[in-house]
Every structure is written in structure tokens, then in C-alpha cells.
């Protein structure tokens, strides 16, 4: 709301400020076309872009209309007081700063739709965590560059029965329920996947076993107490183990399993 406070009050006093000097009989000097260019710009910063460009051409066609108003109230030619050839210039920058800043739009665009199609093709449709190839991405990553690394495999227990007794709907509520518990529990820097199914994958980057031992005995605790979809109670299996010096993913992941 400042931006545009500060926009009208600039484009009211540049415009009062060319009307006193056609008044007298002057075009309006350079500087005070530059600083119509200036308060487009803030038009830019204040407003849609769509709509700074309509105000900017309706600031720019009043700084016209000025001219030609008072060069007819003073009966002298209009290109006296109109500076065709500054004006044309005006006309052009402003044309070149919505050019700019359109294509400086569309670039910021098209860099987050990349960004939203890597984010979904790394992500379970259902349950919005990591999915499989995002897993391997992470794995792949930790032990290519021989870090200290935990895995804990996460699997619900009779997850098949919730689905029988209370439909397949609720077995999804309860799936996303799971991913939102689990990234609730893992540290900044961990990640949570689906790795099929009910099955349910955490990447721990720099975990000793006994942290990753207890962030598992954490996890179960956190499903026994939660609050399930349709009052389902829930148990999980979870298998623990660290990553051992040139280990293949899969070996880890059995390891897990």
C-alpha cells in the first residue's frame, strides 16, 4: 500500500509540476521527463504488471494532454509546448522498461514452472513426500561421498486390513496422515519417502547408529499415540541400519528390509 501511496503522490506532483511550467509557456524540461520514466518504474514496483503499464501510459498521455491543454489556453502551436522529439524519446524508454521487465516476468515464470515440475517428478502424488527416485537421488549422493548415513525402513502392519474394513479412501487418508507425522519427526536435513505401498523410507545423513536406533523407537512411539483417520489404530515395523564402506544402495536398503 506504501508503493502505491507513493506512486499517485509522485504521479500527481510531476504532473502539477509540468502544468505550471507549460503555463508559463515552457515545455517541460528533461529532468521532468525522466522523472515521469522514475515514477513508472514505481508504478512497476507498486502494481501488477499488467496494470503499471496501463497507468504508466495513462500518466504519459496526461503529461501530453498538458501540454496540448495549455498550448491551446495560451493559443500557441501545441508542438511548442509538446517537445515532439523528447517525447518520443520518453515514449520509447517506457516502452523498453515494459519490454524489460516483461521479459524479466516471463523468465521468473518459466524458472518456477521448472522448479514445480522437478518438485513433482521428486515427489509422491498421494502423500507429497520423496518419492523412490528422489530416495535413490539422496542415497546415491550420501554414498558416493562416503558420508556417515542411517536408513530407517518403515513398514504398517496389516495396512491391507484398514483398506478391507474401512475402504480404500480412508487407507489414502491414512497414508498422507503417515507422511505428515513422519516429516514432523525427522530432523532439517533428513528425508522422508514413500518407498512403495505403505512402506515408508527416512535418509538420515550424518547419524550414528545409536541416533538412528533412537529416532526409530521415537517414530514407533509417535504412531502408537497418533490420531488416525476413522480411529484406526495403527502399529508399524521399522528396520534400522547404517550404511558400511562401499555399500551398493541395494545392499543398504535389504540390509533395512
Known amino acids: 500500500m506504501a508503493e502505491r501511496g507513493l506512486f499517485l503522490a509522485l504521479a500527481l506532483l510531476l504532473l502539477a509540476l509540468q502544468l505550471s511550467s507549460n503555463l508559463n509557456g515552457e515545455g517541460a524540461s528533461f529532468q521532468l521527463q525522466l522523472s515521469l520514466l522514475s515514477v513508472a518504474l514505481v508504478a512497476y514496483l507498486a502494481y501488477p504488471q499488467r496494470q503499471a503499464a496501463r497507468l504508466s501510459l495513462l500518466l504519459y498521455g496526461l503529461s501530453l494532454l498538458c501540454a496540448v491543454t495549455t498550448a491551446v489556453w495560451l493559443k500557441r502551436p501545441a508542438l511548442s509546448l509538446l517537445q515532439p522529439s523528447l517525447q518520443l524519446q520518453l515514449g520509447a524508454a517506457l516502452a523498453q522498461l515494459w519490454v524489460a521487465l516483461n521479459y524479466n516476468l516471463q523468465a521468473e515464470h518459466e524458472r518456477r514452472r521448472s522448479d514445480d515440475l522437478y518438485d ?87 547419524t550414528e547408529p545409536v541416533q538412528a536406533r533412537a529416532m526409530a523407537d521415537r517414530l514407533l512411539h509417535a504412531i502408537r499415540g497418533h490420531a488416525w483417520p476413522a480411529g484406526v489404530p495403527l502399529t508399524a515395523s521399522l528396520g534400522v541400519t547404517s550404511a558400511r564402506p562401499g555399500e551398493l544402495q541395494e545392499q543398504l536398503i535389504e540390509r533395512a528390509d
Open 120 to 206: 513433482q517428478a521428486r515427489r509422491d502424488p498421494l502423500t507429497r513426500v520423496a518419492n523412490r527416485h528422489a530416495l535413490y537421488e539422496m542415497l546415491d549422493l550420501n554414498l558416493t561421498q562416503g558420508h556417515q548415513l542411517a536408513v530407517i525402513l518403515l513398514d504398517l502392519d496389516h495396512f491391507k486390513a484398514v483398506n478391507d474394513t474401512h475402504g480404500h479412501q480412508v487407507g489414502d487418508d491414512v497414508l498422507r496422515s503417515l507422511g505428515t507425522l513422519l516429516r514432523a519427526q525427522v530432523r532439517q536435513g533428513d528425508v522422508v519417502g514413500r518407498w512403495g505401498g505403505e512402506e515408508f523410507l527416512m535418509v538420515l545423513p550424518d
